[in-house]
């Protein structure tokens, strides 16, 4: 246990970062989806699912593909 | 000029509103905090999850190892990323109809090509930029990068091929005018690339070569002076897929 911790704190400059990124953008694009909920395709539970499961790819795929306009409800 | 910056304005501020900076920043110092993490960790990973009593005998870890991920994932990864963020730059206007209105007001043609390609290499700048940075700052700071060649030329390289590659997915989005117009046109002439890669006498001429030669540069077995080919090569065309995609948007129907 106490090898581990060490081992924890020796990477602890790479891994808070990357944490710190990766969860940051997938929860702002989590809310991102249910704030407006118009899409291009899909739904908001496909979409949810893409952005909080695939690595920094699904949010990139959301907001170039998925992110539907708020000016155009109407279709 | 003056409306050239204008159109360059209203491109920067579209790019901030549909998050593109945001995911770049984002996404790029990912890629750049991976490379030295890899590399830093295998080892330890090799000793974690090995059954008892296997000895595997693990080089320690050294900056070549962190560079080496950088020119793996930054070429893979980051250009897909980059690509498929770009990939809608004129396709999104050419659906909506929205250049239509500013073209009929007296907009070039041409302001709105180079505006938007400007743009673009503004953007990969900085990801190549910011990824390069954070890799050679952990890396710095982990290892002894001393023993280690043109480190500045190699990324260059990338950053010349990215270039081409956004010329050529600017072109096929012109011309296709769909998102995945772009996107496929870039696929199809990274595969050309490999194809041609297969014949050994392409070295020579293949920009490909610039990403596959960066190993070779960082331990100084090539030269840039062997490079300097393919390099010209990539900047010709990529300017010249630019003034292509110039004359082939002048004569499209909006």
Redesign the interface.
């Given at each position: 246990m106490n090898n581990d911790t060490a081992?924890l704190m020796e990477?602890l400059?790479?891994?808070l970062?990357?944490i710190i990124?990766?969860l940051?953008?997938a929860i702002?694009s989590a809310i991102h989806v249910i704030r407006h909920p118009h899409y291009r395709f899909g739904n908001q539970v496909m979409w949810l699912l893409i952005v909080l499961l695939i690595q920094?790819?699904g949010?990139?795929?959301y907001?170039?593909?998925g992110?539907g306009d708020d000016n155009s409800r109407a279709n | 000029m003056n409306q050239w910056f204008g159109f360059l304005k209203k491109e920067w501020f579209e790019s901030v509103k549909?998050?593109?900076l945001?995911?770049v920043i984002?996404?790029f110092?990912?890629l750049g905090?991976?490379n030295?993490?890899t590399a830093?960790?295998t080892p330890?990973l090799f000793e974690q999850f090995m059954p008892e009593g296997t000895f595997v005998n693990l080089p320690e870890p050294t900056a070549l190892d962190s560079w080496l991920q950088f020119y793996k994932n930054v070429p893979q990864m980051g250009l897909i990323?980059f690509i498929?963020?770009f990939?809608?730059m004129m396709s999104k206007e050419l659906e909506k109809g929205t250049l239509v209105i500013l073209l009929t007001k007296g907009l070039h043609r041409s302001t709105v090509i180079t505006a938007k390609f400007f743009m673009a290499l503004c953007y990969w700048t900085l990801a190549i930029a910011l990824s390069f940075t954070i890799t050679y700052a952990?890396t710095a700071y982990y290892w002894d990068q001393s023993q280690l060649q043109h480190l500045l030329f190699a990324v260059s390289c990338l950053y010349v091929f990215g270039i081409l590659l956004l010329a050529v997915t600017l072109w096929g989005n012109t011309l296709f005018a769909t998102?995945y117009g772009g996107t496929l046109v870039t696929l199809l002439v990274v595969i050309a690339f490999f194809i041609a890669a297969i014949f050994p006498k392409s070295a020579s001429w293949n920009p490909l070569e610039l990403l596959t030669a960066t190993t070779q540069l960082l331990t100084g077995e090539l030269t840039p002076s062997d490079l300097w080919i393919p390099y010209i090569i990539t900047l010709f065309a990529a300017i010249l897929v630019v003034l292509l995609t110039m004359t082939h948007f002048k004569r499209k129907l909006l």
């Open positions: 081992l990477y400059p790479f891994l970062p990357l990124l990766q940051g953008l702002f920094f790819i949010p990139l795929i907001f170039v593909f992110r | 549909t998050y593109k945001l995911l984002v996404i110092s990912i905090i991976l030295p993490f830093k960790i330890t990323v498929l963020l990939s809608t952990y998102p």
